[in-house]
């Protein structure tokens, strides 16, 4: 089975399979990426909502946890998304 599978068996809208994707392709070894919202809409050609349903989507199935990141002047920066691993 590809590394894939399990999220294509997934009852999970595409939206969301497409973002998984995304998200795995730029990650470090570790499993995490921090790209932004707007970022992520522009490669794939979505709207900034549906990226963030999708993100939802992947949180509430457990494959994506998502934490909120800040510069040291206190000001918000792209979220830090953490790849987990696809269940066999």
């Known amino acids: 089975m590809s590394y894939f599978g399990s999220i294509y068996a997934e009852d999970i809208p595409h939206r969301a399979k497409t973002v998984y994707m995304y998200l795995k392709d730029r990650s470090n070894a570790q499993g995490e990426c921090w790209p932004g919202i707007k970022t992520i809409a ?6 900034r909502s549906t990226v963030k349903r999708a993100i ?33």
């Open 42 to 47: 522009r490669e794939l050609n979505l709207s």
């Open 56 to 88: 939802a989507d992947l949180t509430a199935h457990g494959y994506l946890k998502k934490e909120p990141q800040s510069r040291e002047n206190g000001s918000s920066s792209s979220n830090l998304y953490s790849i987990e691993k696809l269940r066999p």
